[in-house]
């Protein structure tokens, strides 16, 4: 029973964190370049806003472009009960694992470039092909970066992983586990949207990829989007964190440990969202061409990591 | 140190040599190809000390420091002081692209696990993990060398090439004899002066240090 307080647990902290820790990347981020940047609880403020105000649907438009926001909304929230936010075992492991995950995430991007195309905007299907293009690179790099870390547990669970992982500390440390984590940050990056890739802060036409795609949608369709974009870098950061440094997570489901796993799991994306604030201020954006490179990168570590763990033993 | 220890940091060190090489791959100007060598040549180091401190071996302590000096001090060096005489030449267009070169990367890696499979069967050193690794480095050193249309850079995947062999002979035998690493060491330097003499030449007849321009030796 408690196992299925903790899955609730974990998606009403999924949704109701997400939008603090994207406020904290852009307050970073304006930290560090010296401006004095809105709260972090500004993207609360825009959400609420957003919510009161009337949506606007143009009348070219099917259902698709209706439904998406739901769906992508939907499939986060499904996500974030079937991946080890805060305990390790849980009830809802045996329902999916990382290839339902996987390809839960793939499902809303897809269903977005399908929303994107849908009003028959130029810019729209501009970032619907774009988002294809990079989506279709970043997927088996995901998919083999996490294979990677399966092989070395056993299993392609996302708790046995990280269960498999606290038993063997030691292992954290191993190429393997190195070059996956390489693999799966780029993949984060442009997953969410991040900056070496495309830039969350800007709507200029030439570099725009999700924003192209959201352009049509205003009120409470909008808010859903903008909603679900932030659970998609809460989950990634959280899988980041777990799944390497998995430190922290509840073995064992008692009160205590629950707690100090939530405070762990904070701490954890804190820092992360730190240092992707810090990358962001550091880097520039890449020349939409050279994506490909450095997502076959990302694939090139993916399939080390697999080669490390797996042909070797 | 322990065996699951520098069995560990033998792998890690060896994945980032592997690494460093690749990074040459993907890189886009001369001076970051030569600093990947000198960063590749740097973890060899440490692959070499780890090897050393668990196998107790004084020699390679040597071995260690003469590379330190050569591979990531020196050759670098003389690398960067060959780039800007010549003019640096940022922009190189390879004949494989940047995309594909990873890729096959990536397979030549692959393949080096499939060549390196008996080896590491018939051995029970704990190195014997990294040893496709260092295979690996020689492929993708070979392979700088026939897609880069640059001499520099066919020298830099010279010079990487023959880290794989070092790296290759400290993990398979954890060290040949001392006489044996001076004279490889000895070559590597002259190989690598005499490289540089024929770079000057081509820059001195051609105007460029593009291979392509070599074409019109034919006639």
């Known amino acids: ?313 | 140190m322990s065996l699951a220890v520098f069995t560990q940091l033998s792998t890690l060190s060896c994945s980032l040599v592997l690494l460093m090489g690749i990074a040459v791959l993907w890189r886009h100007s001369l001076p970051a190809y030569i600093d990947s060598f000198a960063r590749q040549s740097f973890f060899i180091v440490i692959a070499i000390l780890s090897v050393a401190v668990y196998a107790r071996d004084w020699e390679l302590y040597l071995v260690a420091g003469i590379m330190f000096a050569l591979k990531v001090v020196l050759i670098p060096r003389l690398l960067h002081r060959a780039r800007t005489q010549i003019g640096a030449e940022l922009e190189i267009k390879p004949y494989v692209n940047t995309e594909m070169s990873v890729l096959l990367a990536g397979v030549l890696t692959l393949l080096a696990y499939a060549v390196a499979q008996p080896i590491v069967a018939l051995s029970d050193l704990p190195t014997r993990g990294s040893i496709p690794l260092a295979f690996a480095v020689v492929f993708v050193g070979l392979f700088i060398i026939v897609s880069r249309r640059t001499a520099l850079t066919q020298i830099v995947g010279f010079l990487i090439m023959e880290n794989g062999i070092a790296l290759l002979a400290v993990l398979a035998t954890y060290g040949v004899p001392f006489i044996v690493e001076i004279g490889v060491f000895l070559d590597v330097l002259l190989g690598f002066l005499v490289m540089q003499v024929f770079l000057y030449r081509i820059r001195e007849t051609f105007d460029s240090i593009n291979v392509d321009e070599m074409r019109k030796l034919r006639h």
């Open chain 1, 1 to 313: 029973m408690s196992g299925y307080l903790i899955e609730a647990f974990q998606c009403i902290l999924t949704v109701a964190a997400a939008p603090g820790l994207v406020g904290l990347v852009r307050w970073i981020k304006a930290r560090l370049q010296g401006r004095t940047g809105a709260s972090p609880l500004q993207p609360y403020r825009d959400l609420r806003k957003l919510l009161g105000k009337e949506a606007v649907v143009s009348t070219n438009t099917s259902w698709i472009f209706r439904f998406t926001p739901y769906l992508l909304f939907g499939s986060l929230v499904v996500i974030s009960a079937l991946v080890p936010l805060i305990a390790a075992p849980l009830p809802f492991d045996s329902l999916g694992d990382l290839v339902v995950v996987v390809y839960l995430l793939l499902l809303g991007t897809f269903f977005l470039s399908l929303a994107g195309l849908d009003p028959g905007t130029p810019f729209g299907g501009m970032g619907a092909s774009r988002e294809m293009t990079i989506a279709a690179l970043a997927e088996p790099a995901l998919a083999l970066s996490i294979f990677g870390l399966a092989v070395g547990a056993g299993s392609t669970n996302l708790g046995q992983i990280v269960a498999r992982t606290l038993q063997d500390p030691g292992s954290t440390l191993s190429a393997g586990h190195l070059l996956a984590f390489a693999s799966l940050f780029i993949v984060m990056l442009a997953e969410t949207g991040r900056l070496p890739i495309d830039n969350p802060s800007t709507h200029l036409e030439l570099t725009m990829i999700h924003e192209a795609m959201i352009l049509e949608y205003s009120g409470r369709y909008l808010a859903l989007i903008e909603w679900a974009a932030a659970m998609k870098l809460f989950i990634f950061l959280s899988l980041l964190a777990n799944l390497f440094v998995p430190w922290g997570v509840a073995a064992v489901i008692s009160p205590g440990a629950v707690l100090a796993a939530i405070g762990f799991l904070l701490l954890k994306v804190g820092v992360l969202a730190a240092s992707l604030a810090a990358l962001e201020t550091t880097l520039p954006k890449l020349r939409l061409f050279r994506v490909p490179e450095l997502l076959s990168v990302a694939f090139l570590f993916a399939l080390l990591a697999v080669a490390s763990s797996f042909l070797v033993r």
